[in-house]
């Protein structure tokens, strides 16, 4: 069974930094794109970042675009997401999702919640 | 940036045809993907490549592309079907994930 568990989520004061990661289970998770995906309280889904199985292509959206840091570990089947200079508007909760070729599993999601 | 239009909300009486539009600049040139969102839970996938089913999505959920409008259509529409609707497309001048602002579809 294909699992995707986030954890990091919390509380931040504005300007604050956090390290999201998400584990990965049952499937080859070295094979795979994989990416971030927020949705702030009562809003839609905003795409945050990409990346490749290798981690050769990144991308980002250009709402974090310099203060976001996707990154993984194949060998730890686990993808991070460094997000720092937190601002009230990264308030959401996040959620990793496998891409072949759509976002076919997403996992439960993690909250941010950016907050003095 | 590219941008994807969804109506804010559908409404359908059970047993009848629900359908979503995603309107894009020349979408029908791009692969749509459709998710479907319940209270609390996170997305599942329920069509890709603007037409194809996941495992274990039913039948009656089916999608078309053409023009500047993608459709998601819903037959025999259930109680459970109720949840907010999102397309999606790959912008590839901008190399991003680009999602529709989500369509509530509310069963009556």
């Known amino acids: 069974e294909v699992q995707l568990v986030e954890s990091g989520g919390g509380l931040v004061q504005p300007g604050g930094s956090l390290r999201l990661s998400c584990a990965a289970s049952g499937f080859t998770f070295s094979s795979y794109s994989m990416n971030w995906v927020r949705q702030a309280p009562g809003k839609g889904l905003e795409w945050v970042s990409y990346?490749?199985?290798?981690?050769?292509?990144?991308y980002y959206a250009d709402s974090v675009k310099g203060r976001f840091t996707i990154s993984r570990d194949n060998a730890k089947n686990s993808l991070y997401l460094q997000m720092n200079s937190l601002r009230d508007e990264d308030t959401a909760v996040y959620y990793c999702a496998s891409q072949s070729p759509a976002f076919d599993y997403w996992g439960q999601g993690t909250l941010v919640t950016v907050s003095s | 940036s590219y941008v994807l239009t969804q109506p804010p909300s559908v409404s359908v009486a059970p047993g009848k045809t629900a359908r979503i539009t995603c309107g894009g600049n020349n979408i029908g040139s791009k692969s749509v993907h459709w998710y479907q969102q319940k209270p609390g839970q996170a997305p599942v996938l329920v069509i890709y490549?603007?037409?194809d089913r996941p495992s274990g999505i039913p039948e009656r959920f089916s999608g078309s592309n053409s023009g500047n409008t993608a459709t998601l259509t819903i037959s025999r529409v259930e109680a459970g079907d109720e949840a907010d609707y999102y397309c999606q497309v790959w912008d590839s001048s901008s190399d991003r994930w680009v999602f529709g602002g989500g369509t509530k579809l509310t069963v009556l």
């Open positions: 490549y603007d037409s």
């Open positions: 990346i490749s199985s290798s981690s050769s292509t990144i």
